[in-house]
């Protein structure tokens, strides 16, 4: 079993596992049982069943009388489980799922936009400055554009100082890597500094309306790019059939 450095013997199970459930591995064949797998992984009883429990938290598995355990209907996975979501993103890269997360923050980040406004401390306020200076000095080559872009977005969920928002953190850290590396690729450059600059001065500012709209602005952006592509492959698949 490969596993990721740092990783135990346990989350390395949960994640060969977890992708083999999304990518429909189990379909025909069914969920092995826990003496199979600990023979097919050369893992422990106790390390599979420990496995076996973090996927069924996660909705991707059950117990049910007579039939052991089984892989869950999609529909009952849970996606905002980061694991899922970064499982079901690398599946086959899915415009769908991508714009379905994308309208989510659009409910979400705009929001948070205005709290962080309204309630950062200065803790919080220097994290989104940070930020902003990371993207700055990715767009000259000194960062990672990746990294420093979900840095600042990161910064802002939690200068709301509302745990709720900051739980959300590892959430929006994994869809943005995919977010992220797909718009840029269709813009053919990194995310619009100008446009984030906007954002970190109204919070800065304590406007929070301005924070919104300017938070707003960057996501619709985001959307209008990825329901573009959609639409393109869809017309493409048409040309094709």
Do not use: C
């Not at 092995?32 to 973090?54: D, H, I, N, W, Y």
């Not at 690398?90 to 948070?112: C, H, N, Q, V």
Request: charged fraction near 25%.
């Amino acid at each position: 079993m490969r596993t990721q450095p740092g990783l135990s013997l346990t989350y390395g199970l949960v994640e060969s596992l977890g992708q083999a459930i999304v990518t429909g591995e189990y379909v025909e064949v069914g969920f092995p049982t826990e003496g199979e797998l600990s023979k097919k992984f050369g893992a422990s009883r106790t390390v599979t069943r420990e496995a076996v429990k973090m996927l069924t938290a996660k909705g991707l598995l059950s117990a049910r009388p007579r039939h052991g355990t089984v892989v869950e209907p999609e529909a009952n996975w849970n996606l905002l489980d980061p694991d899922v979501l970064r499982w079901l993103l690398e599946r086959k890269f899915s415009l769908k799922l991508l714009s379905d997360f994308t309208e989510m923050r659009l409910g979400i980040e705009p929001a948070a936009a205005a709290l962080a406004a309204r309630n950062a401390d200065e803790a919080g306020l220097d994290a989104i400055r940070k930020g902003l200076a990371r993207m700055k000095a990715a767009a000259d080559g000194e960062d990672d554009p990746l990294a420093s872009d979900i840095a600042f977005h990161i910064s802002i969920l939690n200068a709301t100082k509302n745990p709720f928002y900051s739980e959300l953190h590892e959430l929006v850290n994994t869809a943005l890597r995919i977010s992220i590396r797909f718009t840029n690729r269709i813009k053919g450059r990194t995310a619009s500094i100008p446009s984030h600059e906007d954002v970190a001065n109204a919070i800065i500012a304590r406007d929070a309306v301005a924070a919104q709209t300017a938070m707003q602005a960057i996501i619709v952006d985001v959307l209008e790019l990825i329901r573009a592509a959609s639409t393109n492959d869809a017309q493409a698949t048409r040309k094709e059939a």
